[in-house]
């Protein structure tokens, strides 16, 4: 009997340990919280299904202190061009770059691009309106929250320089803060769609509500060789018994016949079942990838909110 009781006991305080777990901020781009194991249950990647949630135009906006982006100049660039594809003057482009020549303009030389509000008097490039399909917070266990935008390209051309404003407001509309947050990859591809997060600090009341709109978001020329084909192959998912995590495996194969990758990047996207994005993990390639050579990729994502449903990749390929 003894005994008997004395198990009792034991499950009872197990099934006490199993709950939501504790969140935590883990360190670089990956949001992590504590998670349990279980048994997963794989499926292959398919392509997301979109409910989108419209967000209302902000008519006004705190821009954050002027930011400076920088392009790389690849063949057939001239500074007259680079000036009218940021939408900048030719002199505040020369400007910002001393000692450039546009006579002599080496291939990977990188130029400064000015931004900056109107009252500094630098230009500021419009930037490509994107929509915005959702954007929402999921709190941590200290009271701060992670919030996130996802951002979808509907143009023709590969969209670089994502950037996006968030503005958390109170239950009256009171601003409570506001910061920029960037893409974890330098480009979004025609037809895809990418969260952007940001991360608000504790104390954030319940009824407070993220506001997102666009900074910067630049069409990308054709001829641009700054990026490399790349295709992903053989991508499984597993979830997690609780949907609390998702392993990911598969192989990246560069499409070029010569050359090598030296920047691979691959960013999974979490999504639960109403289609919110709960969770992002960008994983980098640590080697050179030749042409043609597969690379295998294996790493997890974890959910800050509901359970996983789904995990979208996306992926990123420079010389």
Known sequence: MRRFAFLIALLLGLTAC??????SEDEGTD???ATPFGSP??????TLAHT??????LTEIVLPTPTPITYTVVAGDTLSGIAARFDVRLDDLIASNPGISANAMPVGTILRIPLGGNTSGEPTPTPVPLAILQARCWPTAEG?????ALVQNDYAETIENL???FTLLGGSGQEIGSQVAFGLLNILPAGKVMPVAAFFPAPIPADAAPRAQILTAIRLRTDDTRYLPISLQNTLVRVDWAGRTAQVTGQAMPLMLDGQ????????????????????RRWESATPVAGGVSLPFDFTVSSLGSPIDRVDLLVEARP
């Not at 989108?52 to 135009?57: A, D, M, N, V």
Request: hydrophobic residues 45%; glycine residues 12%.
């Open 163 to 165: 950037s996006v404003q």
């Open 261 to 280: 990758v030296n920047t691979l990047w691959i960013l999974g996207v979490a999504y639960d079942a109403q289609g919110n994005v709960v969770g992002l």
């Open 41 to 46: 249950r794989p499926y292959k990647t398919a």
């Open 144 to 148: 701060g929250g992670w919030c996130f």
């Open 31 to 33: 949001l992590v919280p």
């Open 18 to 23: 199993v709950g939501k777990p504790a969140l």
């Open 52 to 57: 989108p949630t419209l967000i209302p135009l």
